[in-house]
């Protein structure tokens, strides 16, 4: 027993507040919180967010008095060093958290490009509501960025500077956009949506320096020799896992916070959830970091559940989601591995799935404009069953009928 110390305000961090007091905990929860802003969703912030003129609030979990109310002390602050045998945590402004279980929810930040100028003031990232309200104020004013890095950040930012009538250039070095994470097919609908967009694409392709004259960007070279004029670049070349605060304090640490299959790390007093754990996982062997919303919350509450008594092995079903445009991408299961897909639906009607399979096993679905494909994997891949190749092409085959 004793209180519960949560580093880290994001996703995985309220939701374990909120989860362990809807659980019953009656201890006391603190919440260490180094944004400026109550807790907020992430999502919007390179989507609507950026789009439209709604106010911060729009974007809290919850108001200030759901933490009164719930009593779940809010603490601004940042949490600096863990004293595991005095269970105790250590905060900037010297403030020390006695602890019966840390909670460690730090998340992950920007990998920062490692560029001449990347540091001027118009070279912006985008992972906190800070960024993206940098970004929202400064865009009226520019007239061409250059998006580095074609994930899914940089094209749903991408989008949506061309639809606010920017001139865009995305760079990537890879030979096609978000090739880390979905198939070829997702890949190529995209880029021919992007580009009928106005969006110049350039793969294969890497960013060698950024110029700039009197202190603002005029624009980016490129490792073919090509120079993109610019007067505003975006970065989005992947994030870097939290995982100081928990080496430092001796924790197993490696692509993220090591912790077992109930979220625990090497110390039983200390758990890790969200973007910044690396976790074994019985279901897709070995160990996962995934930089999702889903995996953020269902950590959380498995773990607010372990705590509360219910102590289970964490089996969340990954699901993802990413707006570009006019185009709606969701995914569901893990696709790594497969060797095999199959299409339900047809790109140039701009709706489809893409089913992967390694050998018959149904591994994810990756939908594009088809929201009732998405929900059905979900569902599906809950239930732990699958439907072969020939019914998933097969659009005569019902679906729900396999959900029965
Ligand atoms: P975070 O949300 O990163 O929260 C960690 C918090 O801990 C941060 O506030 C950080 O400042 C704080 N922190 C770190 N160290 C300390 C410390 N020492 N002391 C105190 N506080 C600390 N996922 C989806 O599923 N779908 C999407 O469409 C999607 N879109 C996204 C768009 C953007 C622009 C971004 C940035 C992410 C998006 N994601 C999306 C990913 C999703 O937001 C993350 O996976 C999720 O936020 C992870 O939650 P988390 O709580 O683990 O980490």
Not at 30 to 57: F, T, V
Not at 244 to 262: H, Q, T
Request: net charge negative.
């Amino acid at each position: 027993d004793g209180p519960v110390i949560i580093v880290g305000a994001g996703h995985a961090g309220y939701q374990v507040a909120a989860s362990l007091r809807q659980a019953g905990f009656s201890g006391r929860i603190c919440l260490i919180n180094d944004e400026a802003h109550l807790p907020y969703q992430r999502p919007p912030l390179s989507k609507a967010y950026i789009k439209g003129s709604a106010g911060p609030e729009s974007l809290m979990f919850r108001p200030e008095k759901f933490y009164h109310d719930q009593t779940i002390e809010l603490i601004a602050g940042r949490a600096v060093s863990i004293d595991r045998a005095g269970r105790k945590v250590l905060l900037a402004s010297g403030e020390m958290l006695p602890y019966g279980h840390l909670v460690l929810a730090t998340g992950a930040r920007n990998r920062l490009l490692d560029l001449p100028n990347a540091n001027l003031p118009d070279v912006k990232y985008l992972r906190i509501l800070d960024d993206s309200e940098a970004l929202r104020k400064i865009m009226p004013s520019k007239t061409r960025v250059v998006v580095i890095g074609a994930g899914f950040i940089g094209l749903e930012f991408a989008a949506t500077a061309r639809i606010k009538g920017l001139e865009v250039d995305v760079l990537e070095l890879a030979p096609r956009v978000m090739a880390r994470a979905v198939t070829a097919e997702v890949s190529e609908y995209f880029q021919a949506r992007h580009r009928e967009a106005g969006i110049r694409i350039h793969l294969g392709v890497q960013a060698t320096s950024i110029e700039a004259e009197g202190g603002k960007v005029t624009g980016v070279s490129l490792s073919d020799g090509r120079h993109l004029p610019a007067d505003l670049v975006v970065v989005g070349v992947g994030v870097l896992p939290n995982i100081e605060l928990a080496a430092e304090a001796g924790l197993s640490v490696a692509a993220g916070i090591i912790v077992d299959e109930y979220l625990s790390t090497t110390d039983p007093d200390i758990s890790a959830i969200g973007d910044c754990a690396l976790f074994a996982s019985p279901r897709f062997g070995g160990s996962l970091r995934l930089e999702s919303v889903q995996n953020a919350t269902d950590h959380a509450r498995c773990l607010a559940a372990r705590l509360t008594g219910d102590k289970k092995p964490y089996d969340g079903h990954p699901w993802f989601w990413s707006d570009q445009g006019d185009d709606k991408l969701q995914m569901a299961g893990l696709t790594t591995g497969y060797d095999r897909v199959v299409l339900r639906g047809d790109p140039a009607k701009k709706a489809f799935s893409v089913f992967c399979y390694k050998g018959d096993e149904l591994l994810g679905i990756e939908s594009v404009n088809r929201a009732g494909d998405h929900m059905f994997g979900r569902r599906l891949f809950g239930m732990d069953r699958s439907i072969t190749p020939e019914q998933a092409m097969d659009e005569s085959f019902d679906l729900k009928g396999a959900l029965a």
